[in-house]
């Protein structure tokens, strides 16, 4: 039997793109071009390394959102994981991190999995929690926010950096990983894998395919709501000077005048 | 009068800086009972008395250092149980938010990550988050009873506010998933001496402009000479001239001081989304196209290694 690993991907508004949100206080899609969270290709990344050191590996990668989201599929198979799975559902709009905690979850169960690999956070909410949220509904452990890792003996081993401490981690699979951007550069894709991806499976699944009812999901499931969205102010024009010699001492005297010396 | 649970961040039991911004928060809610977990929890009610919690759920297990998240999510649904709580306060730490994450699912709470600010509203706690590179500002309140929310460092004053912080030992039963992910070794960071990066009031970051791991030192003097974090942008970590954990922007760290100091950075949309909210924003660079100079309050276009090491005789010389 194959290990079976998953990697969620999430397809997100392109951040130099002018971002926003829309009248119901969702990120707008229509307005700005879309593309595979860059945090999540250090996953797909992860996931080939592990499964390149694997005797026999396939890896399905997992997206939840609209049609185009399949773009974010086509770079991670082009990239090299082997199938695609895209839960696709209109309901599924405004959906908040614990619903689609609940989606992924779901379709985890369905396609099956010894391993799940998630990266750190999306670029766009960037919450950071749905690979908690993950072990936590799937009832399998953590090995999250890894800027190493690797899999043998039915084991995932790590490291996790925080700010107080470097740590090494260990759990048995099934479990639910992420990696940071510590994790190792990304490739590009190939020509060659370009090429293929076309022809790589792509399996659509809705809410009724996963067994969710629709008040669970969208913005009647969430357990959130927005109540207002305004734009940050532009900070004004501040005060730019030219270095002539006293550059640094001009900007010591502003420091001093706002009381920051 | 309402609870509000407060999670304790702290490293051998000095609490951090972030969970007394908590108490002032929770004190705005209702009646901040703090949950400490881990040795030391009497030295620490102390503190956390000064600074509103009229109590201090204390337990400590072995499970809180040898596994992974778990075992305080186990605690901190205890003693949602034992208190009922309108709201549950933490820390926006990446640990922190992992905790609240599945803490939220148990108890069927609304979770709101990284919040700047948090007020009662009539429906329970109204949250303010600045979103898409702090470009928008959005309010959030939870449609449920209860609701988990972490907050940013700097988000609240630290304010002293005499209350009981009686110690009660809090009950708690681990689930089967405590123990399932083992911290099998830890490496304690070394203190640089300096704040924390992300409750620095100060920051001084270096970007690409800086050229070089050994240029950092005039970064860190000037920092030194303010009493100030060190920060660095993306291009200057993945030069490997500074370490990974004084990324500021995206997929570093976020910080919210009272004044960011930028220098050789040129601010991508990725750095800013890690420091527009500072409140004073001043920055150094000798291209004055560099996008860094729509967001300074003052800007110098220059020479970094010219105007950094003035800059730090001038401020040593006025604090003499």
New interface residues.
């Given amino acids: 039997m194959p290990l079976r690993i998953a990697v969620c991907v999430k397809y997100v508004p392109d951040a130099t793109g002018g971002r926003h949100f829309a009248d119901d206080s969702t990120v707008d899609r229509e307005d700005v071009d879309g593309l595979l969270s860059e945090l999540d290709e250090y996953a797909v990344e992860q996931a080939l390394q592990i499964a390149d050191e694997s005797d026999d590996a396939e890896i399905t990668v997992l997206t939840v959102g609209p049609e185009d989201a399949k773009e974010a599929l086509r770079k991670a198979l082009s990239m090299g994981a082997d199938r695609a799975v895209h839960v696709e559902d209109d309901d599924l709009h405004g959906t908040d991190a614990l619903g689609t905690s609940l989606v992924l979850a779901k379709a985890l169960e369905h396609i099956g999995y010894d391993l799940v690999v998630c990266g750190m956070a999306s670029t766009d909410g960037a919450m950071g929690v749905l690979p908690a949220l993950l072990a936590e509904r799937l009832d399998v452990p953590q090995a999250t926010l890894l800027s190493e890792v690797s899999v043998a003996d039915g084991q995932v081993t790590g490291r996790r950096d925080s700010d107080a401490a470097s740590e090494r981690l260990q759990a048995s699979l099934p479990a639910v990983v992420s990696v940071t951007d510590q994790s190792g550069e990304a490739r590009y894709p190939s020509f060659k894998g370009i090429m293929a991806a076309k022809k790589k499976p792509v399996e659509s699944l809705d809410l009724s395919d996963l067994g969710i009812d629709s008040d669970e999901v969208g913005l009647k499931g969430a357990w959130t709501a927005v109540e207002a969205v305004a734009e940050r102010q532009a900070r004004t024009a501040g005060t730019i000077v030219n270095d002539e010699g006293d550059g640094g001492k001009q900007l010591a005297e502003f420091l001093a005048a706002q009381k920051y010396i | 009068m309402t609870d509000i649970l407060v999670y304790v961040d702290h490293?051998d039991g000095a609490v951090r800086k972030p969970t007394l911004e908590l108490l002032t928060l929770a004190r705005r809610l209702g009646e901040p009972v703090a949950v400490y977990l881990g040795a030391g929890a009497q030295a620490a009610a102390r503190i956390l008395g000064d600074n509103g919690a009229v109590k201090v759920l204390a337990h400590d297990a072995p499970e809180y250092t040898d596994y992974?998240?778990?075992p305080k999510?186990d605690a901190l649904q205890a003693a949602c149980a034992a208190v009922s709580p309108a709201a549950v306060l933490l820390p926006s730490?990446?640990?922190a938010?992992?905790?609240?994450?599945?803490l939220?699912?148990?108890v069927?709470?609304?979770?709101?990550?990284?919040a700047v600010d948090v007020e009662a509203g009539p429906e329970g706690p109204?949250t303010t988050q600045?979103?898409?590179?702090?470009?928008?500002?959005?309010?959030?309140?939870?449609?449920?009873d209860i609701a988990v929310i972490t907050v940013k460092p700097n988000s609240a004053p630290v304010e002293a506010a005499p209350a009981a912080g009686t110690i009660e030992e809090l009950a708690v039963v681990f689930s089967?998933?405590a123990t399932?992910?083992?911290?099998?070794?830890?490496?304690?960071?070394e203190s640089t001496g300096r704040p924390?990066?992300?409750e620095a009031e100060?920051v001084v970051a270096g970007g690409r402009g800086v050229n070089g791991a050994e240029n950092f030192r005039i970064i860190e003097a000037l920092a030194d000479s303010?009493g100030a974090a060190v920060g660095a942008s993306r291009a200057a970590v993945d030069s490997g001239w500074y370490p990974?954990?004084h990324q500021i922007g995206?997929?570093g760290k976020s910080v919210s001081p009272?004044?960011y100091v930028a220098a050789g950075i040129s601010g991508a949309?990725?750095h800013r989304?890690g420091m527009q909210t500072s409140k004073?924003?001043?920055a150094?660079n000798k291209d004055?196209e560099a996008p860094i100079?729509?967001?300074?309050?003052?800007?110098?276009?220059?020479?970094l290694f010219?105007?950094?090491?003035?800059?730090?005789?001038?401020?040593r010389a006025?604090?003499a």
């Fill in positions: 490293v992974l998240v778990a999510v730490s990446a640990e938010k992992e905790i609240a994450a599945r939220a699912l148990r069927g709470a609304g979770l709101v990550t990284d109204v600045s979103a898409f590179a702090a470009a928008f500002t959005t309010r959030s309140r939870v449609t449920r089967d998933q399932g992910t083992r911290i099998t070794s830890r490496t304690r960071r924390e990066l992300t100060t303010l990974h954990a995206q997929t009272q004044l949309i990725q989304a004073t924003i001043v150094i004055a100079f729509d967001l300074a309050d003052y800007g110098v276009v220059g020479d010219e105007v950094v090491p003035r800059l730090t005789e001038e401020i006025r604090k």
